[in-house]
Nanobody
Framework: VQLQASGGGLVQAGGSLRLSCAASGRTFSMFRMAWFRQAPGKEREFVATISGSENNTAYVDSVKGRFTISRDNAKNTLYLQMDSLKFEDTAVYYC???????????????????WGQGTQVTVSS
């Protein structure tokens, strides 16, 4: 599956952005999807994940209550609604996919085998 992330930009603290990730090439609903982010000088960090069709979600504690992951399987698109943005949310955000048949922790970036190119989110304080 090919992934194309978009929607990043510059926003003031407290503002909102919505990221999108368009998928093509395979049956979208057969993939668990996730968002990761990487700030300068830091390791890639799990942000949120959503299951293939049941829409079960999970988030890293630092974004709970502020970010919402969702997907539209009819449009082959993954979303990340980011509200109440903080300076520390500044990073390159990546969408990722793996087959719903794979086992193992969904927090582990190494267990995702398809990645988008990343979109920059910059939050000014």
């Amino acid at each position: 599956v090919q992934l194309q992330a978009s929607g990043g930009g510059l926003v003031q603290a407290g503002g909102s952005l919505r990221l999108s990730c368009a998928a093509s090439g395979r049956t979208f609903s057969m993939f668990r999807m996730a968002w990761f982010r990487q700030a300068p000088g830091k390791e890639r960090e799990f942000v949120a994940t959503i299951s293939g069709s049941e829409n079960n979600t999970a988030y890293v504690d630092s974004v709970k209550g502020r970010f919402t992951i969702s997907r539209d399987n009819a449009k082959n698109t993954l979303y990340l609604q980011m509200d109440s943005l903080k300076f520390e949310d500044t990073a390159v955000y990546y969408c990722a996919a793996r087959s719903i048949t794979y086992a193992g922790s969904y927090f582990n970036s190494g267990l995702y085998n398809y990645w988008g190119q990343g979109t920059q989110v910059t939050v000014s304080s």
